[in-house]
Nanobody
């Protein structure tokens, strides 16, 4: 089995910065496209950002483009970073996801493995 462990959730003031990291582990794990999704109460889970297994290709949702940055530490880790731009609308449960695909996809159905989904709350 592949397990995804996220760290970095919590309470952040609007305008502040946040770093989320995700580490993948598992005996059969090789490399995966990894992505962040989020889900706010009463809303569907939505794509936030993703990075290909090689790190060469990244995608961002329009709502976070130019505010969030995703990068890859190695084949099993991905990081999402926001600098001085968090908004209350960013409040959600954030899920790290992984998929055995070549490129980054925005549909959740492409992803086979899910993290535990820590809560991120942006206060005013």
């Amino acid at each position: 089995q592949v397990q995804l462990v996220e760290v970095g959730g919590g309470l952040v003031q609007a305008g502040g910065s946040l770093r989320l990291s995700c580490a993948a582990s598992g005996r059969t794990f090789v490399t995966y496209t990894m992505a962040w999704f989020r889900q706010a109460p009463g809303k569907e889970r939505e794509f936030v950002s993703g990075i290909s297994w090689s790190g060469a290709n990244t995608n961002y949702a329009d709502s976070v483009k130019c505010r969030f940055t995703i990068s890859r530490v190695n084949a099993k880790n991905t990081v999402s970073r926001q600098k001085d731009s968090l908004r209350p609308e960013d409040t959600a449960v954030y899920y790290c996801e992984a998929a055995d695909v070549r490129n980054v996809y925005e549909m959740a159905q492409y992803y086979d493995y899910w993290g535990q989904g820590p809560q991120v709350t942006v206060s005013t």
